[in-house]
């Protein structure tokens, strides 16, 4: 899937020199960044991960209305 992102020039200059100096492409740099960003909010980042998340998760409860007591 191929998606369009703003990223800012400074920042596009930065990741291209890293890129050249390093030997990655520049895609390679963003994927490693948005990696980077899940795993720091602990979110899944490959399909493995959100499947072995959901395994591991205990079942959701009901979201209806709390029950309250009858009046007697």
């Known amino acids: 899937m191929r998606k369009m ?3 800012a020039t ?3 200059d930065a990741l291209l020199t890293l890129a050249r ?3 990655q ?7 490693q960044a948005i990696a980077d ?3 720091k ?3 899944p980042v490959t399909l493995k991960d959100m499947l072995r998340e959901s395994l591991a998760a ?3 409860k009901e979201a209806g209305r709390p029950k309250r ?4």
């Open 69 to 72: 007591p009858r009046p007697a």
């Open 10 to 12: 400074a920042s596009h």
């Open 25 to 31: 492409t520049f895609q390679d740099l963003i994927d």
């Open 21 to 23: 100096e390093t030997g």
């Open 41 to 43: 909010h602990k979110r």
């Open 5 to 7: 992102i703003h990223v």
């Open 58 to 60: 205990p079942p959701a």
């Open 37 to 39: 960003l899940l795993k």
